[in-house]
């Protein structure tokens, strides 16, 4: 699959998480929260360490929302991207964003072995959605 049909996959979907999601609105993580949120989609933040980010509960971990998650997108440190990615795959998600950064060799290839449909190294969900700072 050529990334603009992955995309399309991706954004298919109804629900979203965001695992890294951040409350300090300067990081990645809280403006890819807001880019969902912006664009009126449904989106949980994942986050051990936050009640609240943006108004909306934060859950820490995936196991932990309430419905089916249909993407993930992934703004963690490598190490702990691979973790997230191995939760995602047990819960039956098949749809990850490696935001630049989040990425790692282990990562993409585990991904590929299990058939998930991995957007990585390449477009940014604030590009694709199209991103506005408020």
């Not at 629900?15 to 609105?25: C, P």
């Not at 980010?53 to 309430?66: H, W």
């Not at 993930?72 to 995602?88: D, M, N, R």
Request: aromatic share 6%.
């Amino acid at each position: 699959m050529n990334e603009e049909a992955a995309i399309d996959a991706f954004l298919a979907g109804e629900v979203f998480a965001v695992a890294g999601a951040s409350a300090k609105r300067h990081k990645y993580g809280n403006k890819c929260l807001r880019c969902y949120m912006q664009n009126e989609r449904r989106v949980y933040p994942i986050n051990p360490s936050e009640s609240e980010v943006e108004g909306l509960r934060a859950f820490s971990d995936l196991k932990s929302i309430p419905e089916a998650v249909h993407g993930l997108s992934v703004i963690t440190p490598p190490e702990v991207t691979q973790g997230i990615v191995q939760e995602a795959h047990a819960l039956g998600i098949k749809h990850i964003w490696l935001q630049p950064g989040a990425e790692s060799p282990a990562t993409i290839s585990f991904c590929q072995e299990n058939k998930i449909n991995l957007i990585a190294g390449g477009a940014c969900l604030l590009v694709v959605l199209g991103y506005r700072e408020r």
